[in-house]
């Protein structure tokens, strides 16, 4: 498959690889059950899901326990960690594809996005604010690294690879009809449930 940015070429290939063995503890998913029973807790009529950047589904299983009838889906670059994903959504639930060339006329009551924002090359952001806006019907849920104005830093030695600023701030400005309903911050130090230093951002049509 042919990709526009170095970014997805990046995601998509040994890198990207690697990344799944770092994602398998459960560690990550007691975290993520913490995190979105939070998130579901502001929500209201949550049926349907779906993730960009899905990867091996540790947030969709989180979901999945938290409620186990929610129909989800997941938009994932990297063909090792869709056949893992396949597995826990099944396969026809599976987008194998970058987030720039997704394309579904479906909507979902949640659209997640989890640190992979901060991994898309800036200027495809618009792009991809635009996916997760068509792609909703109430809820939009970012959660990355945030800076108020945007910023580039190396990612495990790697340049170019890891951008931060306030996207939902300007998903906010792009889109009128969205309002935020909620935002937290998760720690690394968390006494009981550790994750990455994310800001998140609970976004609702209205």
Same mark, same amino acid.
């Given at each position: 498959?042919?990709?526009?940015?170095?970014? @997805?070429? =990046?995601?998509?290939?040994?890198?990207?690889?690697?990344?799944?063995?770092? $994602?398998?503890?459960?560690?990550?998913?007691?975290?993520?059950?913490?995190?979105?029973?939070?998130?579901?807790?502001?929500?209201?009529?949550?049926?349907?899901? #779906?993730?960009?950047?899905?990867?091996?589904?540790?947030?969709?299983?989180?979901?999945?326990?938290?409620? +186990?009838?929610?129909?989800?889906?997941?938009? @994932?670059?990297?063909?090792?960690? /869709? &056949? *893992?994903?396949?597995?826990?959504?099944? +396969?026809?639930?599976?987008?194998?594809?970058?987030?720039?060339?997704?394309?579904? &006329?479906?909507?979902?009551?949640? /659209?997640? #996005?989890?640190?992979?924002?901060?991994?898309? !090359?800036?200027?495809?952001?618009? $792009?991809?604010?635009?996916?997760? %806006?068509?792609?909703?019907?109430?809820?939009?849920?970012?959660? @990355? %690294? =945030?800076? +108020?104005?945007?910023?580039? #830093?190396?990612?495990?030695?790697?340049?170019?690879?890891? =951008?931060?600023?306030?996207?939902?701030?300007?998903?906010?400005?792009?889109?009128?009809?969205?309002?935020?309903?909620? %935002?937290?911050?998760?720690?690394?130090?968390?006494?009981? =449930? +550790?994750?990455? !230093? *994310? !800001?998140?951002?609970?976004?609702? &049509?209205?």
């Amino acid at each position: 498959m042919k990709f526009k940015t170095e970014q @997805e070429d =990046f995601w998509a290939g040994e890198f990207g690889d690697n990344y799944i063995d770092r $994602n398998m503890s459960n560690n990550f998913l007691s975290s993520n059950i913490n995190f979105f029973s939070k998130v579901l807790n502001k929500t209201h009529g949550i049926e349907s899901c #779906i993730e960009f950047g899905a990867n091996i589904g540790i947030n969709l299983k989180a979901l999945k326990i938290l409620k +186990p009838d929610l129909k989800l889906k997941g938009v @994932e670059i990297n063909k090792k960690a /869709c &056949k *893992i994903l396949s597995n826990l959504i099944g +396969p026809n639930n599976v987008y194998e594809t970058s987030i720039l060339n997704f394309e579904s &006329k479906e909507l979902f009551d949640l /659209c997640l #996005i989890k640190t992979v924002l901060i991994h898309i !090359n800036p200027n495809e952001l618009k $792009n991809v604010y635009k996916k997760l %806006y068509d792609s909703s019907k109430r809820y939009i849920l970012i959660a @990355e %690294y =945030f800076n +108020p104005y945007p910023i580039k #830093i190396e990612y495990r030695g790697n340049s170019d690879k890891l =951008f931060k600023r306030d996207f939902a701030g300007e998903m906010l400005g792009l889109y009128k009809d969205l309002h935020l309903k909620d %935002y937290g911050f998760l720690y690394s130090n968390d006494n009981n =449930f +550790p994750q990455d !230093n *994310i !800001n998140w951002f609970l976004l609702e &049509k209205k």
